[in-house]
Structures are given as structure tokens and as C-alpha cells.
């Protein structure tokens, strides 16, 4: 297990680098619009559209390393007083109703993208292009959170009782 959550953080780390290289670009291509448009050039037409996609799929991207780091948004001032025995169980509970949303935004993510391409729907905006290319990397992106969860709570299983180190609180 410990080989497995070592491959899959070095694949976080890089979906990671993916997600911020999308920053990159996108901060650039705003930056190149606006000049654009400033010097009588324009602007670059699909920067809105390119700027929503590339905001999804970062957050899509990252998310499952900014559980793995303990960074996604935390309130743990309950847990904090709790005795230890009770915020362990409440940290299990935790990870098992986001391995339950998980599950369910994989199914529904999957079914919705499924009918999109077997429906052939199309977004018409700037550019046009297949509904389901949009809709392709949900499903995908709760699956990795998924797969997360399940290392956390195998982390949880094998750590000593009490709140996790991975998260913490910013007290």
C-alpha cells in the first residue's frame, strides 16, 4: 500500500504542475486580451471562454492534491475540543461521507457525460465544441478525490488515534 500512495502522490504532483501551467496560460492570454484590446487589436475572442474551462479544470486537477496536503478549506475548532477518541470517529465519518459524494458525482458525472456524447450535444459560444469534452473531466476528477479518501482512510486505520497531522488547523 505504501508503493501505491507513493505513484499516486507523484501523480497528484503532477496533475498538479498541469494545474498550474493552466494558471500560466491563462493569466497570459488575459494579459495578451487585454493589451489587445487596449492597443485597437481587438482582443483575443476566446479568452472568456478558454478562462471558464481552464478555471474547472484547475480546480478539477488540484483538488485531489490539496486533499492529500491537508489544504482544502478545514474547520476544526469542534474537533479541537472534542476528546480524542470522538474527533477520530468524526475524522472517519468525514472521509466516508466524501468517499459517499465522490461515488455519486462519479455516477452522475458519468451518466450526464454519457448522454451528452450519445445525444451529440454541442456548446455554441465562441468556438463550438462537444458538450460531453466538458463534462468528461468530472467524473474523472471525483474519482482521483475518491481514490484519496480511501488513502486517507487507510492512513487513519494504521496512524495512532487522534485528528490527522495532514490536516491542520491554522490556530
Not at 479541537?80 to 468517499?99: C, F, K, Q, S, T
Amino acid at each position: 500500500m505504501t508503493r501505491l500512495s507513493s505513484w499516486y502522490e507523484r501523480l497528484l504532483d503532477t496533475l498538479m504542475l498541469v494545474a498550474c501551467l493552466l494558471l500560466l496560460v491563462m493569466t497570459v492570454m488575459i494579459g495578451a486580451d487585454v493589451v489587445s484590446r487596449n492597443v485597437g487589436a481587438g482582443g483575443v475572442a476566446v479568452s472568456n471562454e478558454f478562462s471558464e474551462d481552464i478555471l474547472y479544470l484547475m480546480t478539477l486537477l488540484a483538488a485531489p492534491w490539496l486533499l492529500r496536503q491537508g489544504q482544502h478549506i478545514r474547520v476544526d475548532i469542534i474537533l479541537r475540543v472534542l476528546p480524542i477518541r470522538v474527533a477520530w470517529l468524526l475524522e472517519w465519518l468525514g472521509d466516508i461521507v466524501g468517499l459517499l459524494c465522490c461515488l455519486y458525482f462519479i455516477w452522475y458525472g458519468s451518466l450526464i457525460t454519457i448522454a451528452s456524447y450519445t445525444a451529440g450535444s454541442i456548446n455554441i459560444k465562441t468556438l463550438i465544441t462537444p458538450e460531453w469534452w466538458t463534462l468528461a473531466p468530472l467524473p474523472i476528477g471525483f474519482a482521483l478525490l475518491g481514490i484519496e479518501f480511501i488513502f486517507r482512510m487507510h492512513r487513519l486505520s494504521t496512524d495512532e488515534i487522534g485528528l490527522r497531522d495532514d490536516a491542520v488547523s491554522a490556530a
